[in-house]
């Protein structure tokens, strides 16, 4: 995929996917509460002028996905859900 063309979900989803495969191998599952906040904050340096409406696409994508390993994994991913909504600022 050309990196000049690449959305700012199809990055975040590149992202995640690249630190969920790090934090299986560690076995660390607090990893995952991490890697939610720290793939928006790359986001958001690749892509720093979004439109509150795309910033707001972005936190609901992240917050899908992290609903989604809360229900899997039966963890709570509270922690993660305050860190991104307060780095998308809302």
Do not use: C
Not at 5 to 32: F, W
Not at 54 to 70: F, P, T, W
Request: charge should be positive; glycine fraction near 6%.
């Amino acid at each position: 995929m050309n990196e000049e063309k690449i959305s700012p979900g199809a990055y975040l989803q590149q992202r995640i996917t690249e630190r969920s495969r790090k934090v299986a191998k560690s076995n660390n599952a607090a990893g995952y509460v991490a890697m939610w906040p720290e793939a928006v904050k790359e986001v958001l340096a690749k892509f720093p002028n979004l439109s509150p409406d795309e910033k707001a696409a972005l936190r609901g994508n992240v917050d899908g996905q992290i609903h989604s390993m809360g229900a899997r994994t039966r963890q709570d991913f509270t922690a993660a859900l305050q860190a991104v909504a307060r780095i998308l600022g809302s």
